[in-house]
Structure formats: structure tokens, C-alpha cells
């Protein structure tokens, strides 16, 4: 890939906004980032607040085909599982790779750089492999290359449809029989993808949930990741139902029993954390074990409102997902961390627009196991997002305060250029490969749901 070069009217440094930024890449990473350079002959020219690629921290690319289906009613996290089985049940690795390619591209109209694909839909129907054990798995890496963003493919353990109770029906497709079952079908896609050199896809590992993996399964599952050094993901303490069946079962809560089997750690991230104690939140910050925080569907599913703050206090790290894609936009969730703060405490101010920024930025990215990414600095991934500061969300925005105006009231709208690795994927807000997202989408769901 040649020297490229970009020059930014404004961007965000981390612990700046910066003017007239000369930006330059060889190949696929940053080489030089210069401010208050004018603009030299043959620069691509970013007009607004250039930023460093998004990551999206926690995806299930599948559940996009709910929007809009899920929301009428009353119900409950457990009665929208209900339908979120419904789709799970008719999925392929053809429509599979259809709705996640579109998904994706979605996601790079929004800025996003990078997913984590928390990924439990491994084999076909009644958990009867395919002939490719790993055919979704690589169905969902594929989709990501062609949409133009790379990929941490967190590949979930799922092994009890509850705490001692056996997978059913949909479930029935998320297992593999063990833990042991299941490090060997990773470790396969995870060697295949080292060596077919795909550059823009790294394998991690998850456990989907204390209620879905046994106690006694995992220390396999924790060994993997850490054997590999590769991110661990885990969704924790989303329902107080899930402590509770804990606490009976096993005696202890869901993040001491995560602890216990070697699970919690810098390299461990904390999906929801929305029901913790005070001694969960200590152990989590102890460990230095992350959180990521998807603050749209965490609402949209009635969960509640995590301790984020507290969190951190205590010493994790956040990151930031669109989890199952209510809507994708990071600026959203970003603000909504805070806003969601406001409603608990009555106070505002509990999270700078840097700290949001970041956490959607470097520290999502080294959630998902790229710590080289998510920075405007030298040997960063060269990754960039502009977000024009003339719409009618942003217009008026003072260069001063720009990155306060893009946090608390951009959109994914407002999104207008974004490169991933290098490489253009988005110029004036439409994706250069993808030619028609809206219609992709509306026909891979249509695909799926025309008989639900």
C-alpha cells in the first residue's frame, strides 16, 4: 500500500483538539501526525473533527435483524431472547454472511474500525456440525473483509441452556458438548486464521455467560485465552436472575465464581456488569479486568444501569458496544454512559468527553486485542474518522469544544470519511464497496425473516 497522506481541519490527539493536522501513513499505519501543518499539494482534505477509528466492543451481528421487531409490548430481557432464538434458528452460513456483511458496513458508515463479534451461533440445525466446523465463524471473518473493518472473533463456550439445565431447542446450535469440545473447534480457526495471514481478523475467546458454562468448564476456557494471550470476553451479572441462580447453585456471585476458575485479569473484559455488589465491583477493578458498557441495549432490554463509574474508580477499564445493535452509533453509546450517570445520581459531569472518546477509541481497541490501535500517533493503525461539524447537530461548534459537541450530540449521521487500516472505506458518507447498504440489509433480513 503506498504513502497516503490526509489533512485534518481539526482532530482529536487524545488529550487535544489539534488544527490543520497533517496526517501521513505508509502502508497500513500512521508514520507522522503533525499539527498546525498547512495542507500540501495532493493531501486528502478532511473538513470537521477527525478522530481515530471507533471500536464497537460487543456485536451480535445476527440480532440486527430484530430492530424494530422487538419492540412492541411489554416483556423482558427473557422474552426477547424468545425471538432472538427465532432468528438464530433460521440462519445459515450464507445468510449468515449476507446479513453480517451488511451489518458491518453498517458499522463503518458509523465510523467504526473495529468489531468484537461475540460470536455463540456455531452449527447447524439440532447442533449437528457442519462439515466445516468453523463455516459460521468464518462466514462472519469473511463478512468483515469485505465490508472493510477488521475483526476480533470472540468465539463463545455455551454448553447449558441454564445453571444445570441441558441446551434446547436454538440453544441446541450454540454447543459443542464440553469445554474441551470446544478449545479443539477454536483452536482450529483460530491456527487457520494465523496462518492464512488475514491481517485485519484476530481470534479471542468468550464465555457466554456463568449460566451457560458450568463452574467446572471455566478454567478450560480461561486457559485457552490466556494461553494464546488472547482477549477473553464474558457477559456478567446482565439480570439479577443470573445472580441469584448463582448464588444458589454455587454459593458465590457470578464475577467471585468468574475469579475462582481464572476468568478475571487485563485481558478479560466484563460484557453489561449491570447487577454488582460492592465486593464485584472491587474484584473486577482489582484484577483490572475491563467492562464494556452497552448502554442502547442494556435500555432497550429494560436491564438497568451499570456502575461505570465505580468501575473504573475501583480500576477497570471501559469499552463500548452496540451489542445487539438497537442502534450502531458509538456516539451514542459514548454520551449515554454519562447521561445514564445523571439519571442514577442526580449529578452531572462524571466522565469528560476525552474519557468517552477514549473508551470508544484506544480502549475499546485494546478490549478487542489491538493495543496498536485506536490512537492518531506514529506505529498506530492507520485509522480515521471524520465527523463533519456543519450538519444541523453540530453546526456553530467552536473548535475548542468540539469534541464535547461530537459526544454529546453527534449521530452515526454525521459520520463522513473514514479509513481503515489505510485503506478508504468511506468518502462523504457512502461506502465505497458496499454499494447499496440500506438495500443489503433490507434483503439478508428479509432473507431471514420473510417466514417468522
Known amino acids: 500500500m503506498a504513502t497516503a497522506r490526509w489533512h485534518a481541519e481539526l482532530a482529536w490527539l487524545g488529550g487535544e483538539i489539534a488544527a490543520d493536522v497533517l496526517i501521513e501513513a505508509d502502508g497500513d499505519h500512521l508514520t507522522a501526525v503533525t499539527p498546525g501543518t498547512p495542507a500540501p499539494p495532493g493531501a486528502v482534505r478532511l473538513p470537521g473533527l477527525t478522530l481515530p477509528g471507533l471500536a464497537d466492543a460487543h456485536s451480535h451481528a445476527f440480532h440486527r435483524a430484530l430492530r424494530g421487531r422487538a419492540h412492541s409490548g411489554e416483556g423482558s430481557f427473557w422474552t ?56 459460521m465463524g468464518a462466514a462472519l471473518i469473511a463478512a468483515a473483509a469485505d465490508a472493510g473493518i477488521r475483526i476480533t472473533l470472540l468465539d463463545a463456550c455455551y454448553l447449558a441452556g441454564g445453571i444445570g439445565e441441558p441446551l434446547r431447542g436454538a440453544q441446541l446450535r450454540f ?25 485485519h481478523a484476530r481470534v479471542g475467546a468468550a464465555v457466554h455467560s456463568v449460566r451457560a458454562v458450568p463452574r467446572e468448564e471455566i478454567p478450560v476456557v480461561a486457559a485457552w485465552a490466556a494461553g494464546r494471550r488472547a482477549p477473553l470476553h464474558v457477559h ?64 432497550d432490554l429494560a436491564d438497568g444501569i451499570g456502575p461505570a463509574r465505580d468501575l473504573v474508580r ?53 478490549a478487542l486485542g489491538w493495543p496498536e490501535a485506536g490512537r492518531l500517533e506514529p506505529g498506530s493503525h492507520a485509522d480515521l474518522v471524520t465527523v463533519s461539524l456543519d450538519s444541523v447537530r453540530l453546526a456553530g461548534t467552536e473548535p475548542a469544544f468540539a469534541a464535547e459537541s461530537v459526544v454529546f450530540a453527534a449521530t452515526a449521521a ?33 432473507t431471514i425473516t420473510k417466514s417468522t
Do not use: K
Not at 447453585?249 to 465464581?257: D, E, F, K
Not at 456488569?273 to 484484577?287: K, Q, S, V
Not at 470519511?417 to 485503506?423: E, P
Open 236 to 299: 456478567l451479572s446482565e439480570q439479577p436472575a443470573e445472580n441469584e441462580q448463582c448464588l444458589r447453585a454455587y454459593g458465590v456471585s457470578p464475577a467471585r465464581l468468574l475469579d475462582e476458575g481464572g476468568a478475571l485479569g487485563p485481558r478479560t473484559v466484563a460484557v453489561h456488569a449491570t447487577h454488582l455488589g460492592d465486593e464485584d465491583i472491587r474484584l473486577l477493578g482489582t484484577t483490572r479486568t475491563g467492562v464494556c458498557m452497552c448502554p442502547t441495549t442494556e435500555r
Open 414 to 446: 454525521d459520520v463522513r470519511h473514514v479509513v481503515v487500516s489505510g485503506r478508504e472505506i468511506v468518502r462523504d458518507g457512502r461506502h465505497l464497496s458496499v454499494d447499496d447498504v440500506p438495500g443489503e440489509l433490507r434483503n439478508a433480513i428479509e
Open 175 to 199: 454447543g459443542d458438548g464440553s469445554a474441551e469440545n470446544w478449545a479443539a473447534r477454536v483452536t482450529a480457526l483460530h491456527d487457520a486464521t494465523g496462518r492464512s495471514g488475514l491481517a
Open 314 to 366: 475501583a480500576g477497570a477499564v471501559l469499552s463500548l458496544g452496540s451489542d445487539q445493535h438497537a442502534v450502531i452509533d458509538l456516539f451514542e453509546e459514548a454520551r449515554a454512559v454519562e447521561l445514564d450517570e445523571r439519571l442514577r445520581t442526580r449529578r452531572r459531569g462524571h466522565w469528560t468527553a476525552g474519557e468517552l472518546l477514549a473508551a470508544a477509541t484506544a480502549d475499546g481497541h485494546s
Open 80 to 135: 426477547w431472547r424468545e425471538q432472538m432464538y427465532g432468528i438464530a434458528e433460521r440462519l445459515d452460513p450464507d445468510s449468515y454472511y449476507a446479513l453480517a456483511r451488511a451489518v458491518y458496513a453498517e458499522m463503518a458508515l458509523a465510523g467504526v474500525s473495529c468489531v468484537g463479534e461475540f460470536h455463540y451461533l456455531h452449527h447447524g440445525a439440532g447442533g449437528v456440525p457442519y462439515d466445516e466446523p468453523n463455516a
